[in-house]
C-alpha cells in the first residue's frame, strides 16, 4: 500500500471514529421521517422482529450515552473490519 494511501486510509478511520463519538451528543431525540412514518403505517409497531439486533437503538442498555458511544465505536469499528476482510478476498480472487 502506498504511503498516501495509507495516511488517507488511516485519516478516514480517525474521521469515522469521531463522528461515532460525537453522534449521541448531536443527534436529535425526535424521531426521523422513517421512524415516524413507520408509527403511521404500522398499525402495531411492537411486532417482533425475525433477528434480534445485537446493539439495538444503538447503544449499549443501561449505560447511558457511554453506551451509545461505546455502540456506535464498536459498529464503525466491526464494518471496517468486514470492509477490509471483503477487500482482501476480492483482491486475492484476482
Known sequence: MKS???KLLIGGVIIALIIAVLAPFLASSN??????????VMPNPETEPAI???L???T???FGKEGEVL???VGTIVVLIIAYGISAALKAGK
Open 4 to 6: 498516501r494511501d495509507k
Open 31 to 40: 424521531p426521523d421521517g422513517l421512524e415516524s412514518t413507520a408509527e403511521k
Open 52 to 54: 434480534e439486533s445485537p
Open 56 to 58: 439495538p437503538d444503538y
Open 60 to 62: 449499549i442498555p443501561g
Open 71 to 73: 455502540a456506535l465505536v
